[in-house]
Structure formats: C-alpha cells, structure tokens
C-alpha cells in the first residue's frame, strides 16, 4: 500500500463510540457538475464542517510554520467505506510474498491470515488518510460529526488532534516533496525509516497543536528529547485497540515505532533549531531505523555496512530458489531476536550495535523455505551480543530442526541460517567469511553529517 499515507489514531485519539448525528449534514455541493471529486466514495463537507476544516488549516499552518501552496480537498466516508478502501488497495500477490518471507524468518505463524488481520487492524484504527496522488483527505464520518455544533469539547479536541495530524502530510507533500520520495523504491529497514519520518513529523505538529491549547510552547518539551522520549516509554500504549493490541510484534511494533520514534527523532531536531531542522529531515531523511531509534547516530551521519548476498549457486543446484530478499534494520532485527528472549517482543540491546543486514529467503518445490543472513554490527562486542542473541532463537527450535540453524561470527560479522540442509552450510560459510574478512573496522560515515 505505498500510494497513500495511513494517518492512525494515537495518543488520545483513539476509537470510540460517538454520539450519533444530530441530522443528516447537508454537503457543500449540490451535485457532480460542481465537485471534481465526485467519482470519490462518500460525501464532501458540509458548510460548518468545512468552515471547522478551514480553521484548522490555519492552525496547521501556524503549528507546523509552513503555508498550504493551494486549498486541500477533503471527503468524508464511513468507517465501512474506508476499510473497502483499504481491502482493495492491498496487493494481494505482494502481500503473500511478504507473508512467507516473515513466516520464515519465524515472525508470523504459518496458519495466520494476514490479509484478514490487517483488514481488521486497519479497519479498527484508521481515522483518515491524506492521499499525495489526488492531494486529497479524507476523514471518517465520526470524526466529521465532532466538528459539528453542539459536540462535546471533549470530542472537538480528539477530532482536531486527528486533522491536524492529516494536514501536516499535505503540508509535506505540498512543501516538503513527500509525493516524490514516497514513490521511492527502499528496503524494509529504509520504508520504516522514512514513515518514521512522515508520521513522527505530524505527531510532533499534533502534540504541538495540544501543547499550544495548554498555554505552552512546544520547545519547552523538544529542548529535552531525553525527557520526553522517557514520557513516551511510560506510556508505550499510545495506538490503543483490541486488534492491534493482539497482533504479532512483527505486526504492532513497526507501526508504533513510525508514530513515536519518529516523534522523538522529529522533537530532537526541532529543539535543536525548531522547525527548520525537521525540515532539514526531509531534505535528508533518515536512511535507516537505527538513525531513528537513535537521533545522535543521523547527527554524526553514522551509515550502515553495504552488505551484499553473492549468487550461492550450490544452493540453487540444490532446488532452492530465491523468494524474496531484503534488510531488516536494527528495528525488526530487534524483534526477530526478541524471539530469545523470555517475556519480550524485541532485544533492544543485542540489535543495538545493528550495522548492516541483507536476508535472502528461498522457495522449495514443496513450499518449504530456508533462509540465508548475512549481518555486521559496530564492533566485535556488539556481534558477540547478537551472536548469543541469534543463537538463543535457533535454539528454540524443534529438535528435529535444530541442525538445519547455524549462527556464526567471524569478526564483527554475525551469519544465520534457518531451515538450510546442513550439507549446504559449507559453501555459506565460505562466502560469508569472504564478505567478514572484507568488513571495514567499523561502519562508515557521512562525510558531511547533519548539522546540528
């Protein structure tokens, strides 16, 4: 689903049952001859609704310290509509790929129904959405209704904090190029990178908006990402729902990351040199979740290893084929190593010293997949951690399939084999100790990092 942005609700904002409407809200127009937008599903504003949107366009504005280049169509649909809209914007054939590729690596169970389970997070959180191929925004009819007389101040502040949060993504599109970049090609680790971004960029805008309602300027919480980043951790249940509380790591915590990693990336730059320096972000956006995660690291312009899986053909003359290939990033690294660790969804520490991955996953004729993972870490120690961390997951294998892991180091380079015919281990290591024995003293760096 990379042709629009799915805004989610958070912090405060999310699902309830609201009051039901007062009346049936009349539209702005009257007919199709007078709205461009009329092959869209659902309604445009009605003329209070739309008088309450433009309102907070200027808030929006003011908050975010950037101008709408042009006015921002919106249409409002229901929560059913939306979900369609979501259903049919899935790539049913991308999504299987994805499924068996995390299914290997052992992040989703094999009988799970992802398409379902998506359908129903999803459809449980999503608020709105702006969309950068129409420039259009579209908003749930519960939302809408808070905007109407008569409503609660309550449920007014909920649905600004959702709008507002939506009109930031049409301020990047229109200011900051985020149509462009989001058409992009990039690995798992780099698409969680960039949402981190987009969606940490108009969380920081929505927390501003509320802070300015308190009387306070939103520097007086950036100056000290610290403290605030640890607001955040005691209270890590900020995208609330039954679906998404129930849903795998692999599924929650990539998500969450978007909204407050990215916040917290977002609020560092910001109480260095207020909004010009998220701007600066998205001139330059983060290349890895390790740059998010850690905010210092993409001020130094620290970089990851170029990690490159050669051919392997004694794999292929073995009837494997290769399925899907990819970098995982010290963010979903993190939750694969979780799986060692008692009571944890993600090991923190061990993906900490992340340097560089590339995962290739193959296809056997019978279905069966096997997994080849090539990862560099900061320094010895840190692969030695990983190493251990690597090792507790394989482990957890059945007996019976225990020969087929392997996970070795050399240097600070960590390899990973799942499900792999141990007489195939042999050309692996071989090449991966090519690669090991090429590996720089440390990961590289930009030679001209962020300024501060």
């Known amino acids: 689903m990379r042709h629009l942005l799915l805004a989610l609700a958070i912090a405060g904002c999310g699902p309830s049952s609201p009051p039901p409407p007062e009346r049936e809200p009349e539209p702005v127009t009257s007919g199709a001859e007078d709205d461009p937008l009329a092959d869209i599903a659902g309604r445009p504003p009605t003329a209070r609704e739309q008088e309450a949107i433009a309102a907070l366009m200027r808030v929006a504005e003011r908050t975010r310290s950037l101008t709408f280049a042009r006015p921002v169509p919106f249409r409002i649909q229901g929560r059913d509509v939306i979900t369609q809209f979501v259903r049919d914007q899935i790539d049913a054939e991308e999504l299987e790929r994805a499924r068996v590729f995390y299914v290997a690596i052992g992040l989703l169970a094999p009988d799970l129904d992802i398409h379902e389970l998506l359908i129903r997070v999803l459809g449980e959180q999503i608020v709105g959405y702006y969309d950068p191929e129409r420039s259009l925004m579209v908003i749930r009819e519960d939302v809408a209704e808070q905007l109407r007389p008569g409503r609660g101040q309550r449920q007014l502040g909920e649905a600004e904090m959702v709008i507002v949060h939506e009109l930031v993504h049409a301020l990047q599109d229109q200011r900051l190029g985020l149509g462009d970049r989001y058409e992009e090609e990039r690995t798992i680790d780099g698409e969680n990178a960039f949402a981190s971004l987009v969606e940490g960029d108009a969380t920081l805008a929505m927390i501003g ?115 899907e290939e990819d970098s995982l990033g010290e963010l979903e690294s993190g939750i694969y190593l979780g799986q060692g660790v008692d009571g944890a969804e993600r090991d923190e520490s061990a993906a900490e010293g992340w340097g560089g991955d590339r995962i290739r996953v193959y296809l056997r004729e019978d279905g069966t997949t096997a997994v080849v993972w090539w990862t560099s870490w900061d320094d010895e120690g840190e692969a030695t951690e990983a190493e251990l961390s690597a090792r507790r997951v394989a482990d957890a294998a059945p007996p019976e399939a225990r020969a087929r892991q392997r996970v070795e180091r050399r240097g600070r380079a960590v390899l990973i084999l799942r499900d792999l015919e141990p007489d195939l281990h042999g050309p692996v290591q071989s090449a991966f100790a090519a690669f090991a024995d090429a590996l720089p003293a440390a990961p590289p760096r930009d030679a001209t990092p962020a300024a501060p």
């Not at 990539?254 to 600066?280: E, F, K, N």
Request: glycine content about 8%.
């Open 209 to 323: 908006h509320m802070a300015s309602r308190m009387g306070q300027p939103l520097s007086a919480l950036t100056r000290n990402a610290g403290m605030l980043r640890m607001l955040i951790r005691q209270n890590p249940d900020a995208i609330q729902g039954q679906e998404i509380e129930q849903a795998p790591p692999i599924v929650r915590l990539p998500l969450m990351s978007r909204y407050l990693d990215g916040m917290i990336l977002c609020a560092t730059l910001h109480g260095q040199r207020g909004w010009p320096g998220v701007d600066g972000l998205h001139a330059r956006p983060p290349a890895t979740t390790e740059q998010v995660l850690h905010p210092e690291r993409y001020l130094a312009g620290e970089l990851s290893d170029e990690v490159t899986l050669p051919p392997l053909p004694e794999l292929a003359a073995a009837g494997l084929t290769p399925h």
